[in-house]
């Protein structure tokens, strides 16, 4: 887990270890409440993360 301002002092070269593999969903968080899911996906020999879709906020009712 990494807070905001840590991704935000992430320089070239920076390191990241990732619990997931290439393909597996992810959910994005910040301060411990989710608010997307994604997966890690490879682009150009670089690893990245893919949003595949945004999650409502919290306290926000479902739609349908």
Do not use: C, M, W
């Amino acid at each position: 887990v990494l807070t905001i301002a840590e991704i935000l002092n992430l320089g070239p070269g920076a390191v990241v270890e990732l619990e997931q593999v290439v393909g597996q969903p992810i959910e994005l968080t910040v301060r411990g409440v989710p608010f997307a899911v994604g997966e890690v996906v490879v682009v150009k020999d670089h690893f990245a993360v893919r949003i595949k879709s945004l999650l409502p906020p919290r306290g926000a009712k479902a739609e349908g």
